[in-house]
């Protein structure tokens, strides 16, 4: 949306589809163009509360990551030493020959 | 795994995760490397892995509760109440690990939860957005906490001392597993 303020008067307008079209003009104008404002203001705030969500929530699964690898990496180690070989999904102790 | 002389933190990836699928699969080839690691692991998980959970836990109090400091302090006393009730004292270091693993992935559940439970406004479509990435970020984190449940369940399983069966675990046989 676009105020003009041509002779004294208001004017707004919008683009629609490529095209310029009118919209409203004097107080009516002014009162679309702000609520137009605030609402644009809303939208930028949700959307970088959204980034920062992203961004907070990408550092956090890196560390659970790490910390998951770290788990399954000893699992398996420890599971290995024991005997223990992964069949198909389950883990089944190595036959002693 | 190119030197098991290296912290298993320091290793990429691409490493862990060929060790993991050789290692599981049975390769005999990585039973040398896989023992040295082992005799590496108390001081590995307890140096390495008890730094990174504790690393862990900082972050995951700090991306729920922000700067509230009470919110922080009653998430850390409600984490720790949780690993007493899982721990049943006759765990080593990997049970710790593992203990801690599900607690830190129950806590990011619950986050995640509550966060997709927020209602969109049907308005403003980064709020649509925003719903969309939650939900989305609620079912990885439900996967990590099974897979952190699997984990736990199946070392409690497997490498239980005998005598001592696993109330939690079930039947001692083989259980699938993600680990």
């Known amino acids: 949306m676009r105020l003009e303020r041509r002779r004294g008067k208001v004017y707004l307008y919008r683009r629609q589809a490529g095209r310029t079209e009118y919209v409203a003009s004097g107080l009516l104008a002014e009162a679309l163009a702000l609520a137009d404002a605030i609402d644009r203001q809303r939208r930028d705030e949700a959307r970088a509360r959204l980034r920062t969500e992203q961004a907070d929530a990408a550092d956090l699964d890196a560390v659970l990551d790490r910390l998951d690898r770290a788990a399954d990496l000893a699992a398996v180690v420890a599971l290995t030493d024991a005997g223990f070989h992964q069949h198909r999904r389950q883990w089944r102790r190595r036959a002693v020959s | 795994?190119?030197?098991?002389?290296?912290?298993?933190?320091?290793?990429?990836?691409?490493?862990?995760?060929?060790?993991?699928?050789?290692?599981?699969?049975?390769?005999?080839?990585?039973?040398?490397?896989?023992?040295?690691?082992?005799?590496?692991?108390?001081?590995?998980?307890?140096?390495?892995?008890?730094?990174?959970?504790?690393?862990?836990?900082?972050?995951?109090?700090?991306?729920?509760?922000?700067?509230?400091?009470?919110?922080?302090?009653?998430?850390?006393?409600?984490?720790?109440?949780?690993?007493?009730?899982?721990?049943?004292?006759?765990?080593?270091?990997?049970?710790?690990?593992?203990?801690?693993?599900?607690?830190?992935?129950?806590?990011?559940?619950?986050?995640?939860?509550?966060?997709?439970?927020?209602?969109?406004?049907?308005?403003?479509?980064?709020?649509v957005r925003a719903a969309d990435y939650h939900r989305r970020r609620l079912d990885s984190a439900t996967r990590r906490l099974t897979q952190a449940a699997r984990a736990l369940s199946l070392i409690r399983s497997k490498l239980r001392p005998a005598g001592q069966p696993n109330r939690k675990a079930g039947r001692p046989g083989n259980v699938p597993s993600n680990a």
């Open chain 2, 1 to 127: 795994v190119t030197s098991p002389s290296r912290s298993v933190f320091d290793l990429s990836r691409e490493d862990l995760d060929a060790l993991l699928r050789r290692a599981r699969a049975g390769d005999p080839s990585t039973l040398d490397q896989v023992r040295e690691l082992l005799a590496l692991s108390p001081e590995t998980i307890e140096l390495a892995g008890g730094n990174l959970a504790a690393e862990a836990e900082a972050a995951v109090v700090a991306s729920i509760a922000g700067e509230d400091l009470l919110q922080a302090e009653a998430i850390r006393q409600r984490l720790a109440e949780m690993r007493q009730e899982l721990e049943d004292g006759r765990g080593g270091l990997l049970d710790r690990l593992l203990v801690q693993r599900l607690v830190l992935a129950w806590a990011v559940a619950q986050d995640a939860e509550v966060r997709a439970a927020r209602l969109p406004e049907p308005s403003c479509p980064v709020s």
